[in-house]
């Protein structure tokens, strides 16, 4: 529909609104000042972060909690660069966000002016599409092409560069495109018929079948279509760090995370399996760290709807290109006679074992805990099973980097909601602005992040922001007073010496809370654990919760 001539700016803020854009994370500049001028007469709520790299973390957390795309918007040169942590984060993770960059005029660009950087270039190999906006009448087509870029296929984070002078000129009219049709960009949805039907006759033959998922099930919304599959047919599964809670933790069927930092069920299990479902997964390092292991004597399926994943780092017996949401409803639609009891009566004997073993070594743990500096200290691990069998059922965890996040992989009990974290970049001070935006995203379900001491005092001043627009979220603190996760590094690979791991001066976090006007409390033993949990849960309003734990604690 055409309307009165308007502003560049202007039609950027109304191709926002016909995206439907709740909230806008960003950092005003005078690059950018006209888009937010535009702004105060829009229903879009703006927040103001503290640091343009939370922009970025933020409108991930909403993303993953709401399933819309987020959007930042920040200023030129220092901003934008600002901002690249953030977009790098969400491009390693599939998170699909819009991100806005005032630039220089137009006519500046490439002088060298002030606060100029060449955004497009310097983020050129982790965005999934960029634009230079040169002309103001190109906005509403630009902007309706980066949301579909940015949310369809492999999702993932669109940049959109504004020269100064293209949002303060005129255009005749706004007219919204109603459709996007991209020659070159065609992403394949469903899968290939003769390819599904090859999938369901190895699994007819298989006697040792297991799915693992990734963080493309949640992306693509397929958790029920994954967990029908796998219930209807009896298949085991495992999971990747980014697809914890495809199946609640504690499902039958969910074996635990499979890697280098996985759980030695969840390895066994993909050991021992004759055939692997490997389901939107990029087979990397971190998950897989030995991807040719996974193709010796055994059917190797990936599924994932990026060709360029598959086969990158393990060639599949059967690559399956499609959206697996679409995969799945084809895969439940078919009819599978197969029997896998006594590869999952193995499976639970080895569970059980390893179990029995586990809950032995913490309980020793915990018996032999030394009592150091007159304090005693909380046992990380099942600390973080309290809280997380507390926090509410369709609770979002979301666990930052480093050793609290490891903890958190293997002890969090996910029964209906999610799991969220920064895999695939580690990007430390993820969670505190992830876990602002996610509220915002979600304002119906609790939100917990937590983090190290390190992580924490990256990110710690989004608490002015949750203040500001009283975003309630809680945030755990696992101090131990040292960067815990080098340090243990350092431990194996160094014999103790340790370098530049030390956080001994470190603020008192009841004294910031008190600045930043939220609650405080700590846990420095494991008695009274799950009393002091239940009242940080159930106090009103954002609050911190300092947990102390050994420093000499590892992983």
């Known amino acids: 529909m055409l309307r009165k001539v308007v502003t560049g700016a202007d039609a950027l803020v109304r191709s926002l609104e016909e995206e439907n854009v709740e909230y806008v994370f960003g950092y005003p500049g005078v690059a950018i000042a006209p888009f937010f001028n535009s702004m105060l007469d829009s229903k879009i709520h703006t927040v103001l972060v503290r640091h343009e790299q939370c922009a970025g973390h933020a409108a991930s957390g909403y993303t993953r909690a709401s399933g819309k795309p987020g959007v930042a918007a920040v200023t030129s040169g220092p901003g934008a660069t600002n901002l690249i942590t953030g977009i790098a984060t969400a491009f390693a993770d599939s998170i699909p966000m819009v991100c806005i960059t005032g630039q220089v005029d137009s006519r500046l660009m490439g002088s060298d002016v002030f606060q100029e950087a060449d955004i497009s270039g310097a983020c050129e190999s982790f965005v999934k599409f960029s634009y230079i906006v040169r002309r103001a009448?190109?906005?509403?087509?630009?902007?309706?092409?980066?949301?579909?870029?940015?949310?369809?296929?492999?999702?993932?984070?669109?940049?959109?560069?504004?020269?100064?002078?293209?949002?303060?000129?005129r255009v005749a009219g706004f007219a919204y495109p109603v459709s996007v049709n991209l020659r070159t960009y065609k992403p394949t949805v469903e899968g290939h018929p003769v390819q599904i039907k090859r999938v369901i006759?190895?699994?007819?033959r298989a006697k040792r079948p297991i799915i693992c998922t990734g963080g493309g099930v949640h992306l693509s919304g397929a958790e029920a279509q994954v967990r029908a599959f796998a219930e209807k047919h009896g298949i085991p599964c495992v999971s990747t760090m980014m697809g914890l809670g495809s199946l609640p933790s504690e499902h039958p069927l969910f074996?635990?995370?499979?890697?280098?930092?996985?759980?030695?069920?969840?390895?066994?299990?993909?050991?021992?399996?004759?055939?692997?479902?490997?389901?939107?997964?990029?087979?990397?390092?971190?998950?897989?760290?030995?991807?040719d292991l996974i193709t010796e004597n055994k059917v190797l399926i990936h599924i994932?709807?990026?060709?360029?994943?598959?086969g990158k780092n393990a060639g599949p017996t059967i690559p399956l290109v499609g959206d697996i949401r679409h995969v799945f409803d084809e895969f439940n639609a078919k009819e599978l006679k197969v029997d896998y009891s006594e590869w999952l009566a193995w499976l639970d004997k080895y569970r059980a074992e390893v179990k029995a073993e586990s809950e032995k070594r913490l309980a020793q743990g915990i018996a032999d805990r030394k009592v150091r500096a007159s304090r005693d200290y909380v046992d990380p691990r099942l600390f973080i099973r309290s809280l997380s069998l507390a926090m509410e059922e369709d609770a979002i965890y979301i666990a930052d980097v480093g050793q609290n996040q490891i903890w958190s992989c293997a002890n969090a009990v996910i029964r209906k909601g999610r799991f969220m974290t920064s895999g695939g970049m580690g990007t430390m001070g993820y969670s505190v602005p992830a876990a602002m935006g996610?509220?915002?995203?979600?304002?119906?379900r609790q939100v917990v992040a937590v983090c190290g001491d390190g992580a924490f005092q990256m990110t710690m001043m989004e608490l002015s922001t949750m203040d500001q627009y009283e975003v309630p979220v809680k945030i755990v603190v696992i101090r131990n007073y040292v960067l815990g996760m080098v340090r243990q590094h350092q431990h194996f690979a160094y014999?103790?010496?340790?370098?530049v791991t030390d956080m001994s001066t470190t603020p008192d976090l009841d004294k910031l809370a008190q600045a930043y006007h939220v609650g405080y409390m700590r846990?420095?033993?494991?008695?009274?654990?799950?009393?002091?949990?239940r009242a940080f849960l159930d106090e009103?309003?954002?609050?911190?919760?300092?947990?102390?734990?050994?420093?000499?604690d590892l992983c």
């Open 137 to 169: 009448s190109d906005i509403p087509r630009v902007v309706k092409e980066a949301f579909h870029i940015a949310n369809t296929g492999r999702k993932g984070p669109v940049l959109i560069d504004i020269p100064h002078d293209v949002l303060m000129d």
């Open 201 to 204: 006759r190895e699994l007819s």
């Open 255 to 291: 074996y635990g995370m499979v890697g280098n930092n996985g759980q030695k069920c969840g390895n066994r299990a993909m050991n021992e399996a004759d055939v692997i479902l490997m389901v939107g997964a990029r087979v990397a390092d971190r998950s897989i760290s030995q991807p």
């Open 304 to 310: 994932d709807v990026d060709p360029a994943e598959i």
């Open 438 to 444: 996610a509220r915002l995203g979600a304002p119906d």
């Open 495 to 499: 014999h103790d010496r340790h370098a």
């Open 523 to 533: 846990l420095d033993s494991n008695e009274g654990m799950e009393e002091t949990i």
């Open 540 to 552: 009103e309003g954002t609050s911190i919760l300092e947990v102390f734990v050994d420093p000499d």
